[in-house]
């Protein structure tokens, strides 16, 4: 009997293409995966349901792949994901072309539930939750040939009042040391070069198992790794970047000298309201620190602009402390209304104008920041991870960037360059996010 074939289409977060990726991982042996849906005689839809604007997406996501059954293969159509865990059957009323859908935390439960309704024909909704499990297995990976993510923890404990994700995720709960470094030794078999650290909250990693951050050890630990040369850190709330933490960046050369800090703002009513643990005076002094210690370290930060009673003055203090802190790389927010959220009862919320004002101001600052940066680092060379070439030039990335969200390198060179190999490149012209460089020869320094 012919396997069927299986299209995923992952929108959202890293973490939710983990999620994309041990599905697959779970249904390599009995399915063709496909990476065309046009081609899929089953989609799933991995929806995010953090904000309005990514709730929007995957909805209009999943409503595009519901055509596909008129105009293509498709026979059967699967969410899952934080949307379907937070509005469970009422989407399957909502949307009548989902034959399927899941929570977070089925995805074991996938082969079994593809079978029922071949069999029978009836439309499923499996959304139990568990706050003990986190999501783990074989994974195909998707994220080319070098890079990989790797989830240390699943949930949160932080219950920030604009955020929604603790009642889909759950509570924090950390992954144990020997089994991210097993698989990280298992990623590296297949020839991944850079590992990208991820959860909601990184810095608290192992607080729940091991009554303590261990951060710093599993870095450690997974540096160990042979053939993984490139170890990266995101999400780090600043109150909880310890100087241990700060000292293995600092001193391990396979951690990239890049930290991602999700300021969200820096006033410290706003900070408060946002029931953040962070003050102003601690974010500047944690900073400074990071950038005493760490040579060349890169800092980026996301900032939520229009939270419910930001006025004027608070905006303009975010403002004038992004121009006077220049971050490396910096990401701005709307702040969106959501159900079932503290701020969503606060009386004095924003208009969409003035957030959008806002948000048009903090982006105008940041690209100048960041051209006044880039500019400054013609000349400079740099280990380049070669990912992919169109023809006339390669694109790749250097240590302060992540991938797909902090620009890139584009390099022309008249040899061959392996994808996924590391090149020294020098820079030799900028743009405001990217850079422009050339393969190194004898002449560089």
């Known amino acids: 009997m012919d396997k069927l074939k299986i299209g995923v289409v992952s929108l959202g977060c890293d973490k939710n293409r983990v999620d994309s990726e041990i599905i697959l991982g779970n249904l390599s042996e009995g399915y063709n995966i496909v990476n065309d849906p046009k081609t ?27 055509e596909f059954k008129n105009k293509y293969n498709c026979k059967m159509l699967i969410a899952t994901g934080c949307l379907t865990q937070r509005y469970g059957d009422e989407l399957l009323e909502l949307i009548p072309e989902l034959d399927v859908i899941l929570g977070v935390n089925d995805y074991s439960n996938l082969d079994s ?24 297995g074989k994974r195909v990976i998707t994220t080319g040939t070098r890079t990989a993510y790797i989830r240390i923890s699943e949930g949160c404990n932080n219950f920030c009042t604009y955020c929604i994700i603790p009642k889909i995720r759950g509570k924090y709960r950390s992954r144990l040391i020997e089994d991210i470094v097993e698989e990280a030794k298992d990623l590296a078999s297949q020839g991944i070069k850079e590992i990208i650290l991820i959860a909601q909250d990184t810095t608290n990693y192992g607080i729940d198992i091991y009554n303590k951050k261990l951060l710093h050890e599993l870095i ?24 241990e933490l700060i000292d293995e960046i600092a001193n391990n050369d396979k951690v990239c000298k890049y ?14 309201n946002m029931r953040r643990k962070s003050r102003k005076e601690e974010v500047i002094k944690t900073i400074n620190k990071m950038r005493e210690k760490i040579k060349g370290l890169s ?28 971050f490396d790389k910096l990401g701005v927010f709307k702040y969106s209304q959501e159900e079932g959220t503290i701020a969503a009862e606060m009386t004095d919320q924003i208009d969409e ?34 990912e992919s070439f169109d023809g006339e030039r390669y694109e790749g990335r250097n240590y302060e960037m992540a991938p797909e ?8 060179c008249d040899k061959i360059l392996d994808i996924g190999e590391f090149v020294k490149v020098k820079i030799v012209d900028s743009l405001e996010y990217d850079l422009i460089g050339v393969v190194c020869d004898e002449s560089c320094e």
């Open 353 to 386: 104008e003035a957030k959008k004002h806002r948000e048009f101001q903090i982006m105008s600052a940041q690209q100048e920041i960041s051209a006044q940066i880039n500019k400054a680092k013609i000349g400079n060379v740099y280990n380049v991870l070669i």
């Open 259 to 272: 930290i991602d800090i999700p300021l969200q703002h820096i006033n410290d009513e706003i900070l408060k």
């Open 299 to 326: 800092i980026r930060t996301s900032i939520i602009v229009g939270f419910p009673g930001e006025t004027e003055e608070q905006f303009n203090e975010l403002k004038e402390f992004i121009e006077y802190i220049k």
């Open 113 to 136: 539930i593809i079978s029922n309704f071949i069999k029978s024909g009836e439309k499923t909704s499996c959304i139990n939750y568990s706050d003990n499990n986190i999501n783990t």
């Open 40 to 66: 899929a005689e089953i989609i799933l839809v991995n929806t995010c349901g953090f904000i309005e604007t990514a709730k929007q997406e995957s909805i209009n996501a999943i409503l595009e792949m519901g």
């Open 220 to 243: 450690n630990k997974i540096s160990g790794v042979s053939g993984i040369e490139w170890i990266r850190i995101l999400y780090c709330y600043p109150e909880e970047i310890t100087e």
């Open 405 to 412: 969200i902090d620009g890139a390198i584009f390099i022309k």
